[in-house]
């Protein structure tokens, strides 16, 4: 993997502060507004808001980190963890993992969108950073069974620039990825579990 400065600096700051990995105790009080929305059992039931059960516990503290530091932008988030300490962005993320994952969709999908999103899938090596269920690892998200109108708006934003990572990767592999593929693959990973089943 490439060099990046954006990502370096990201992890130079949450490093001086240090906020890492630890041992620490779930703070339901603390998340209880954020779960309002988020889904208080893992699963999103508000449009573009994503589901955050069984998301990888580094993933979700470096989400946190950048809402806290202004580094990302998506109110209320940035208002909402202003005054959080380095461990309340940790039992945060640690809690999130603990969550359950969100439930596949009831219908069985249209096994043609789901080809034509699979080949897209291949050919861009997404089943390799998120793995090949999308459950996510480390610092890269689940997508598995995400909402479907929250992956559309994301993978949007991070073409356009309106959303920042905290390194460049997703903005470069999504340029050459034209709109109707977006469609194809916020459905097929809104079902993702469905689709790598077959």
Known sequence: MRFDAGRASVF???TAAGVWPCAAAAP???LEPCLACHGADGQSETPEVPSLGAQPSPYSLI???MFREGLRIAEPMNTMIKG???TDLQQAADFIATLP???PPADPGDPARIERAGAVVLQNHCNVCHRSDFSGQENVPRLADQREDYLLKTLRDYKSGARRGYDATMAEILQPIDD???VELAYYLAQARLATSE
Do not use: G, V, Y
Request: glycine content about 0%; cysteine-free; proline content about 11%.
């Open 12 to 14: 130079a700051a949450m």
């Open 28 to 30: 339901p009080e603390r």
């Open 63 to 65: 989400q946190l980190f």
């Open 84 to 86: 959080w300490s380095d």
């Open 101 to 103: 994952a969100p439930k």
């Open 180 to 182: 109707t593929q977006f």
